[in-house]
Antibody, heavy 119, light 112 residues
Framework: QITLKESGPTLVKPTQTLTLTCSFSGFSLTTGGVGVGWVRQPPGKALEWLGLIYWNDNKRYSPSLKSRLTITKDTSKQLVVLTMTTVDPVDTGTYFC???????????WGRGTLVTVSS | QSVMTQPPSASGTPGQRVTISCSGSDFNIGRNTVNWYQQLPGTAPKLVIYADSLRPSGVPDRFSGSKSGASASLAISGLQSEDEAEYYCAAWDDSLNDPFYVFGTGTKVIVL
């Protein structure tokens, strides 16, 4: 059974750096074709894909956020870390961890973690 | 950045058929497969259609997907109250040097 769980701060001040961790189980990020990434959703708004890291360390980022995002992995600890620099109140929302395996879709999602950016 | 457009809402009575459209571009729907996600209030999205028209295990066959050119559709037949949710189309986009994934604007399905 694949599980993903997001963790990190619930409140971040504007201009600070946000760091979120996705802890996963039920698969290995060393298996060919596997990718773990992030999606966010501002309150009452649509889903927004942020980025993805693959088993081979290839990464894909949202073009509009690429300059502010970094996704890294620690395969031994089974976790993926999202770093977002210079946050703003518009970055407030629920951040979901997602997983794929040799697919163009994301069948596995974490429950999400709500992050509020406010002074 | 590329946008995939959906109608804000769609509605139907129990038992009816509801169809949701998703309009993209040659760079996303036009050349890549489409996925559909269902999001019930307060929960994480759930994949209901992948690769244009395939259903993951456990998804009722009331859900069906289709694609033509740069547009796609999700149909829910025999609408049930538990189908009331937000639905998002999604696809990879190849318009830039590095592919990226894009979600549609979302459609709220209301069961009258």
């Amino acid at each position: 059974q694949i599980t993903l769980k997001e963790s990190g701060p619930t409140l971040v001040k504007p201009t600070q750096t946000l760091t979120l961790t996705c802890s996963f189980s039920g698969f290995s990020l060393t298996t060919g074709g596997v990718g773990v990434g992030w999606v966010r959703q501002p309150p009452g708004k649509a889903l927004e894909w942020l980025g993805l890291i693959y088993w081979n360390d290839n990464k894909r980022y949202s073009p509009s956020l690429k300059s502010r995002l970094t996704i890294t992995k620690d395969t031994s600890k089974q976790l993926v870390v999202l770093t977002m620099t210079t946050v703003d109140p518009v970055d407030t929302g629920t951040y979901f961890c997602i997983q794929t395996h040799s697919s163009s879709s994301f069948p596995n999602w974490g429950r999400g973690t709500l992050v509020t950016v406010s002074s | 950045q590329s946008v995939m457009t959906q109608p804000p809402s769609a509605s139907g009575t129990p038992g009816q058929r509801v169809t949701i459209s998703c309009s993209g571009s040659d760079f996303n729907i036009g050349r890549n497969t489409v996925n559909w996600y269902q999001q019930l209030p307060g929960t994480a999205p759930k994949l209901v259609i992948y690769a244009d028209s395939l259903r993951p295990s456990g998804v009722p066959d009331r859900f069906s997907g289709s694609k033509s050119g740069a547009s796609a559709s999700l149909a829910i037949s025999g609408l049930q109250s538990e189908d009331e949710a937000e639905y998002y189309c999604a696809a990879w986009d190849d318009s830039l040097n590095d592919p990226f994934y894009v979600f549609g604007t979302g459609t709220k399905v209301i069961v009258l």
